[in-house]
């Protein structure tokens, strides 16, 4: 029996895709991966290298080719899993509290008692003003903390994050960075894997980093963040951050190298890494 502690574990995780009946892709692994119950995981690797495919995986969205992927959930959470993508994802047809509500809803919680929950994450990440207000009306920022905030109202045992942040840009990046750290740090116990391209925001974050390779994404390197917590924002403030960044870049810059002399012979992600195609298990 595993550890009770571990959270999530990945074995030999790979996947394939097909791409036009003859070829495939390797696109992921071997990958493994065990994740602690309330640890702060972030993954960074090269573009392409597998770490959506690796994330949807984990969410149930996507079967593996090969391999195994374990939650150790409780029975009793009706929803153990919740998922934040980069682009917010969130209904434009409705209210950003309706937005927020709406998964305790499908849960079958009556609505005013949705709504009463979602309150309390819309105050939590500075939205109550903005409670009846349709998403198009909001900032990229702002609709990203509707986002987090639907996430977060269903009380997931695990968040899995795919590069949030990736389309704000480098001040509200920090800003929302700086409120999710406060939020997690005063919210222990919940487990998160968070994909990003920012080294800087995986060491602010994370109490572990994983270095991915060139696809199909491996695991180069397990490194842990020797930052205490609870952190703050000055961290980034001092010399031994941008000495661990620096380390973690050295760790970085030979997949990201493999990855620019891909694109640069024509098999970037041109789907050109091919080889038989075995049956496609369907997603
Ligand atoms: N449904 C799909 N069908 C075919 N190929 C796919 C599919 N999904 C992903 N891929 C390919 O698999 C590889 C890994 O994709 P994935 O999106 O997981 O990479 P990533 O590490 O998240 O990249 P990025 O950093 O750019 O977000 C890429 O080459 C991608 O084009
Ligand atoms: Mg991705």
Redesign the pocket.
């Known amino acids: 029996m595993a550890d009770t502690s571990v959270k999530i574990s990945a074995r030999d995780v790979e996947r394939h895709?097909g791409?036009d009946g003859k070829h495939r892709?390797h696109?992921?692994g071997p990958f493994d991966l065990d994740v602690n119950e309330g640890e702060f995981v972030c993954i960074v690797?090269p573009?392409?290298?597998?770490?959506?495919?690796f994330l949807r995986i984990l969410a149930g969205l996507l079967r593996p080719s090969n391999g195994s992927v374990e939650l150790f959930t409780n029975a009793a959470t009706e929803t153990p899993v919740s998922m934040v993508f980069q682009d917010y994802s969130i209904y434009p047809w409705k209210t950003v509290e309706r937005n927020v509500s709406f998964g305790l809803e499908l849960r079958g919680v009556p609505k005013t008692k949705a709504v009463a929950q979602a309150h309390d994450w819309l105050e939590r990440l500075g939205l109550a003003d903005f409670a009846r207000a349709y998403p198009d009306t909001l900032s990229g920022g702002m609709r990203q903390r509707v986002a987090i905030a639907r996430a977060l109202t269903v009380e997931p045992e695990i968040l899995l994050m795919d590069?949030p942040f990736a389309a704000l840009d480098a001040q509200l990046r920090q800003v929302m960075q700086d409120d999710l750290l406060e939020i997690w740090q005063s919210d222990a116990g919940r487990t998160v894997v968070f994909i990003t391209?920012s080294l800087e925001e995986a060491i602010v974050l994370g109490d572990r980093v994983i270095v991915m390779s060139a696809?199909p994404?491996t695991m180069v390197r397990s490194v842990d963040v020797p930052f205490p917590r609870p952190r703050t924002p000055e961290l980034r403030a001092q010399s031994e951050f941008n000495d661990f960044k620096n380390e973690l870049w050295d760790l970085l810059k030979s997949e990201v190298a493999h990855y620019m002399a891909e694109i640069r012979a024509g098999t970037g992600?041109t789907?050109a890494a091919v080889g038989p195609s075995p049956a496609e298990p369907e997603d």
Request: charge should be neutral; hydrophobic fraction near 25%.
């Open positions: 895709f791409i892709l696109a992921l690797g573009s392409g290298c597998g770490k959506s495919t590069e391209h696809r994404g992600d789907h």
